[in-house]
């Protein structure tokens, strides 16, 4: 079992950034693909970006491609989601979540074993 713990988010002005993490405690951290979601009131959980188990393959959801960084450390089993230019849609839930099976291109929930809490974001027009 892999214990998963959100931190980081907070409220922030449009135009501003924010880098969420994810702490990893359990099993071998670097055995899994991790992926972010977010989940905004009323809506169903979304994509956002997930990782490769070695760093080197990431994917975005279009939403915030070209905004977002997530990278990952397995040495302090963390990995980060650093989100820049916020936009009032970014506001939401943010959670983070393993796969041990799969590649890096994983966008659906089910496809993930373990998930964290969620931290929230809020960005304020």
């Known amino acids: 079992q892999v214990q998963l713990v959100e931190s980081g988010g907070g409220l922030v002005q449009t135009g501003g950034s924010l880098r969420p993490s994810c702490a990893a405690s359990?099993?071998?951290?670097?055995?899994?693909?991790v992926g972010w979601f977010r989940q905004a009131p009323g809506k169903e959980r979304e994509f956002v970006a997930s990782?490769?188990?070695?760093?080197?393959?990431?994917s975005y959801a279009d939403s915030v491609k070209g905004r977002s960084t997530i990278s990952r450390d397995n040495a302090k089993n963390t990995v980060y989601l650093q989100m820049n230019t916020l936009k009032s849609e970014d506001t939401a839930v943010y959670y983070c979540?393993?796969?041990?099976?799969?590649?890096?291109?994983?966008?659906?929930?089910?496809?993930?074993?373990?998930w964290g809490q969620g931290t929230q974001v809020t960005v304020s027009s």
């Open positions: 979540a393993v796969a041990s099976s799969g590649t890096y291109i994983l966008r659906k929930h089910y496809q993930y074993d373990y």
């Open positions: 359990g099993r071998t951290f670097s055995n899994y693909v």
């Open positions: 990782i490769s188990r070695s760093g080197g393959g990431t």
